[in-house]
């Protein structure tokens, strides 16, 4: 099975840089996605990681540590319209394309 | 426009009422998935489909149907709704492939009384 953790709100300053942890266990793994979700609206792609290490891509990065079942999402210079849930989610190996997801962190960004 | 299309948008109805929630995509994806979102709980996925004819449960599949005909439609039938059913559902595809990224539909938002 699956068990991805992540904290359920946040709360940061416009301008200003955050990370999003995710920790997961599972029983196999085929990499991992980072999604925005603006509230009412459907999930849209950020990041994907499958090997240790940092992906950056413009504003957002996103890191993985395979051993420590661990990940993170890093927001620079914060915009109003980044607040938004960041779901965390996880392909297993399963051999089908399912990703199974966390529960999601709501981001408030604030002036 | 590459796109993931999902009908109806809302809708209400009352317990044991049949209801089909449609899904289609453009992109020639094998992949098709179902998930239900709920407040607290995350996306959970209820049915997914690998190619035509095949189909298999997800991790809350019970009150549910599914049906994969045509590549490109993945309905979501419920028989008998009932209230505990109320939930934003999404339509998802993809390519085979790990590295491949989920394509989301739009939502339904359903109610039932």
């Known amino acids: 099975g699956q068990n991805i953790d992540q904290p359920t709100e946040m709360t940061a300053t416009e301008g200003a840089i955050v990370q999003i942890n995710c920790t997961y266990q599972?029983?196999?793994?085929?990499?991992l996605f980072w999604y925005q979700q603006h509230a009412g609206e459907a999930p849209t792609f950020l990041s994907y990681n499958v090997l240790d290490g940092l992906e950056e891509k413009g504003r957002f990065s996103s890191f993985l540590s395979r051993s420590k079942g661990y990940s993170y999402l890093l927001l620079k210079e914060l915009q109003m319209k980044d607040s938004a849930s960041y779901l965390c989610?996880?392909?297993?190996?399963?051999?089908?394309?399912?990703?199974?997801f966390g529960t999601g962190t709501r981001l408030t960004v604030i002036p | 426009e590459a796109q993931v299309t999902q009908n109806p948008r809302y809708l209400i109805t009352v317990t044991g009422k049949k209801l089909t929630v449609t899904c289609s995509q453009n992109m020639n994806h094998e992949y098709m998935s179902w998930y239900r979102q709920d407040p607290g709980l995350g996306l959970r996925q209820i049915y997914y489909?690998?190619?035509?004819?095949?189909?298999d449960k997800g991790d809350v599949p019970e009150g549910y149907k599914v049906s994969r005909k045509e590549k490109r439609n993945f309905p979501l039938i419920l028989e008998s709704p009932s209230p505990n059913q109320t939930s934003l559902y999404f339509c998802a595809s993809s390519l085979q492939g790990t590295n491949e990224k989920l394509f989301f539909g739009s939502g339904t938002q359903l109610s039932v009384l």
């Open positions: 489909s690998m190619n035509v004819e095949v189909t």
């Open positions: 989610a996880v392909r297993d190996q399963t051999g089908a394309n399912n990703l199974f």
């Open positions: 599972t029983s196999g793994f085929n990499g």
